[in-house]
């Protein structure tokens, strides 16, 4: 059974007051088709760029706009990893709209195929990983984490996924996909695809929740503006036996909910300079405060 140890601190709870009342001032508010559909175009593009990015993706913003428009197909690994990720956000967005998602293990899998496709062999496209693996210090490329042994991998995904539809209704939506996120990089259940996979499925438990950073904007894109801060705080360093009794997600919860208010405010800044219209909203749900401490 999955536990995880947390505080609902002073900052963490402004935090989440803080988003609540950013969205209810987004919802308050009218634009035309147009800006809705300019915004969640960019929304996409910001977060293939920002979320291939934080895995090493060399491409700047305006080459992943570029890749997306136009499709190419002859492309390198770097350009397959932007489409695939877009690709993964326009299927996604569209069953989240058609609510059909079911948050369950058949979604991780897909997710994580989706994003990997044709760029790792098939055997470990779409599957839990079967072999042991290491996570490298993104700057010095040397082994800092030794990821729990594949022969628990498939228990500890349904521990977490059990976490997530037990506590739907006990926890704020904020805690529950912040919870999810970091623990699921921390079992890093597949061989590649990892962090993708993770973004995407934070993505969707933010979007089941009321908060819907599809076409809205790109929670991805604050952990891009600084790697290795994202890193130090979403990762642990060790072996996992040595470290999940250990484990504290406050510092994370505070740091995963700064980043969902700095995002935004930067498009409520952009927003700013569009113009009205009294027919059409962002349609967001207001966030409700559900915080539990936890037993």
Same mark, same amino acid.
């Given at each position: 059974m999955f536990e995880p140890k947390f505080r609902v601190t002073a900052k963490l709870l402004e935090?989440?007051?803080?988003?609540?009342?950013?969205?209810?001032?987004?919802?308050?508010? !009218?634009?035309s088709? $147009?800006? $809705?559909?300019?915004? &969640?175009?960019?929304?996409? &593009?910001? %977060?293939?760029?920002?979320s291939t990015g934080i895995e090493g993706n060399p491409l700047q913003l305006t080459e992943?706009?570029?890749?997306?428009?136009?499709?190419? &197909?002859?492309i390198k690994n770097s350009e397959k990893e932007v489409l695939n990720y877009? %690709?993964?956000?326009?299927?996604?967005?569209?069953?989240i709209k058609e609510n059909?998602?079911?948050?369950?293990?058949?979604?991780?899998?897909?997710? =994580?195929?989706?994003?990997?496709?044709?760029l790792i062999d098939q055997f470990n496209s779409g599957k839990l990983r079967k072999q042991p693996v290491f996570v490298n210090d993104?700057?010095?490329?040397?082994?800092?984490?030794?990821?729990?042994?594949?022969?628990?991998?498939?228990?500890?995904v349904g521990d977490l996924v059990k976490f997530v539809i037990t506590n739907k209704n006990r926890l704020d939506p904020l805690i529950l996909a912040g919870i999810f996120?970091?623990?699921?990089?921390?079992? !890093?259940?597949?061989?590649?695809?990892?962090?993708?996979?993770?973004?995407?499925?934070?993505?969707?438990? $933010?979007?089941n929740m009321g908060l819907n950073t599809f076409n809205l904007f790109s929670f991805e894109n604050y952990y891009n503006q600084n790697v290795s801060n994202y890193? =130090?705080?979403?990762?642990?360093?060790?072996?996992?036996?040595?470290?999940?009794?250990?484990?504290?997600? %406050?510092?994370?919860?505070?740091?995963?909910?700064d980043g969902i208010i700095d995002e935004l405010e930067r498009v409520g800044k952009i927003l700013e300079n569009e113009d009205l219209s009294p027919k059409t909203t962002l349609k967001l749900t207001a966030l409700l405060l559900m915080v539990i401490m936890p037993s």
């Open positions: 935090n989440i007051k803080k988003i609540s009342l950013i969205v209810k001032n987004l919802n308050d508010r !009218h634009f088709k $147009l800006t $809705l559909v300019k915004l &969640e175009k960019n929304a996409r &593009e910001v %977060s293939s760029h920002s992943v706009k570029r890749i997306i428009k136009n499709r190419p &197909e002859n877009n %690709s993964a956000l326009e299927i996604l967005d569209k069953e059909s998602v079911k948050f369950n293990l058949s979604l991780i899998l897909k997710i =994580q195929k989706l994003v990997t496709s044709g993104p700057r010095t490329r040397k082994p800092i984490y030794l990821p729990p042994d594949h022969q628990d991998v498939q228990k500890l996120h970091k623990q699921f990089v921390i079992i !890093h259940p597949f061989i590649d695809g990892n962090g993708r996979t993770a973004r995407l499925l934070t993505k969707i438990l $933010l979007a890193f =130090q705080n979403v990762g642990v360093v060790g072996n996992y036996y040595g470290l999940k009794d250990q484990i504290d997600f %406050s510092d994370w919860l505070e740091y995963f909910t």
